[in-house]
């Protein structure tokens, strides 16, 4: 069984590797030693490969990045690769994941829904039609000769008018 090393530090993300690598994988989580890798690349790929590289680096072992981002429409794409700071001032510069010391990052994803809502009411998308967005997943496979496995996913959808559920995190709500 191969070890593989989660980039993440988010662990609602990684229990979602987790159920959907299954017993395939060894996996274990980024060491604490290891730093957040600073994600201010232009694309989905660009991140998840930064973090890839950069948590096989430290660790010696194949690791497994990603990096999503929701697409909307309406917004020309937006927030995109900004999905996970879209909330914030966009003159803010590109961080890894927060830290203790940040906001709950309940906070940080309440307060990115509460922007989309206001800028689809902005643009006058009130119709399921014109709310069609899509997330969109990439997600590399670093291993340490430099070879790399690259997936992408999609999921189409459109933006609900308000949250709802209690499920999942982030937009997912």
């Known amino acids: 069984m191969t070890r593989l090393v989660v980039a993440s530090a988010n662990p609602d993300k990684a229990a979602e ?18 730093p957040d890798v600073v994600e201010d690349a232009d694309t989905l790929e660009g991140n998840a490969r930064l ?23 309406a917004l020309g794409g937006a927030p995109g690769v900004r999905s996970a700071r ?10 890894a994941d927060p830290d203790p ?7 940080i994803a309440a307060a ?5 809502l206001a800028e689809l009411e ?30 992408e996913g999609v999921v189409d959808g459109s933006i609900a008018a308000a949250p709802r559920g209690d499920g999942g995190f982030g937009y997912d709500p």
């Open 51 to 73: 973090k890839a590289v950069a948590i096989s680096a430290a660790t010696g072992a194949t690791a497994l990045a990603d990096d999503t981002g929701l697409e909307v429409d």
């Open 122 to 151: 902005r643009v006058g998308a009130t119709r399921p039609d014109q709310r069609r967005a899509r997330f969109r997943t990439l997600v590399i496979v670093h291993r340490t000769d430099g070879s790399e496995t690259v997936a």
């Open 112 to 116: 990115n829904i509460a922007r989309l």
């Open 101 to 107: 010391a940040d906001p709950d990052p309940a906070d």
């Open 17 to 34: 590797i987790a159920a959907i690598v299954g017993p395939t994988w060894d996996l274990v989580p980024r060491p604490a030693s290891v």
């Open 86 to 95: 879209y909330a914030a001032d966009a003159t803010d510069p590109p961080r």
